[in-house]
């Protein structure tokens, strides 16, 4: 089965630009979640999407936003980037049952803000 | 507000011996813990998981115990071996059986397996 894709896997970008990242989910699962990791922060999470609806969000401004198709990909959006936005965004997925927490991840997208 | 700590961001253990790696929360609504391995250019990688009912959980060389009271769960890891260098991270949900609730992630151990 294949695993969690998500691309572009690097982007470069300027501020005040916006940026569409993309993640196609393992087949069969329905959930998928998003997560930004920098630097001595860990892994922060930034909404969840279950069956095209945003089931959970975290505390991000609503330049962050996403939406997620029939098919279960999900497309994030980053709208009027900053300096600070530069990351590795993840993707998991999961079959977003009940008590369904493992999460499987993607590789990642490295977005670079210059 | 950190609600899941791993102190120790590095640690270095000799080949063949014992790994421990320490996580702690304050949450007290978490009720399912997950450990996660990264290597460089990947995503985390599922490893081993607890629920808040057990103590202890068991996978080939993979334990983790959980002490509610504490509020504290760490990783063993034995025997190390140099495949194990890697940045660990240590993940909490209070998943209250809804479905696939947020994982609150810890900021990650690096281990280092010295041959």
Redesign the interface.
């Given at each position: 089965k294949a695993g969690v894709t998500q691309t572009p896997r690097y982007l470069i970008k300027t501020r005040g630009q916006q940026v569409t990242l993309s993640c196609s989910p393992i087949s069969g699962h329905r959930s998928v979640s998003w997560y930004q990791q920098t630097p001595g922060q860990g892994l922060q999470f930034l909404f969840e999407y279950f069956s095209e609806t945003q089931r959970n969000k975290g505390n991000f401004p609503g330049r962050f936003s996403g939406r997620q198709f029939s098919n279960s990909r999900s497309e994030m959006n980053v709208s009027t980037l900053e300096l600070g936005d530069s990351a590795l965004y993840l993707c998991a997925s999961s079959s977003g049952g009940s008590h369904s927490y493992e999460q499987y991840f993607g590789p990642g997208t490295r977005l670079t803000v210059t | 507000d950190q609600q899941v700590k791993q102190n120790s961001p590095s640690l270095s253990v000799q080949e063949g011996r014992i790994s421990i790696l320490n996580c702690d929360y304050t949450n007290s609504m978490f009720d399912?813990f997950?450990w996660?391995k990264k290597y460089p250019?990947?995503?985390?990688?599922?490893l081993i998981?607890i629920s808040s009912i057990k103590d202890k959980n068991e996978d080939g060389r993979f334990t983790v115990f959980l002490n509610k009271s504490a509020k504290h769960l760490s990783l063993h890891i034995v025997p190390s071996q140099p495949g194990d260098s890697a940045v660990y991270?240590c993940?909490a949900?209070s998943?209250l059986?809804?479905?696939?609730?947020?994982?609150?992630?810890?900021?990650?151990t690096r281990l280092t397996i010295i041959p």
């Amino acid at each position: 089965k294949a695993g969690v894709t998500q691309t572009p896997r690097y982007l470069i970008k300027t501020r005040g630009q916006q940026v569409t990242l993309s993640c196609s989910p393992i087949s069969g699962h329905r959930s998928v979640s998003w997560y930004q990791q920098t630097p001595g922060q860990g892994l922060q999470f930034l909404f969840e999407y279950f069956s095209e609806t945003q089931r959970n969000k975290g505390n991000f401004p609503g330049r962050f936003s996403g939406r997620q198709f029939s098919n279960s990909r999900s497309e994030m959006n980053v709208s009027t980037l900053e300096l600070g936005d530069s990351a590795l965004y993840l993707c998991a997925s999961s079959s977003g049952g009940s008590h369904s927490y493992e999460q499987y991840f993607g590789p990642g997208t490295r977005l670079t803000v210059t | 507000d950190q609600q899941v700590k791993q102190n120790s961001p590095s640690l270095s253990v000799q080949e063949g011996r014992i790994s421990i790696l320490n996580c702690d929360y304050t949450n007290s609504m978490f009720d399912y813990f997950l450990w996660y391995k990264k290597y460089p250019a990947e995503g985390p990688t599922f490893l081993i998981s607890i629920s808040s009912i057990k103590d202890k959980n068991e996978d080939g060389r993979f334990t983790v115990f959980l002490n509610k009271s504490a509020k504290h769960l760490s990783l063993h890891i034995v025997p190390s071996q140099p495949g194990d260098s890697a940045v660990y991270f240590c993940a909490a949900s209070s998943g209250l059986g809804f479905g696939n609730e947020k994982l609150t992630f810890g900021t990650g151990t690096r281990l280092t397996i010295i041959p």
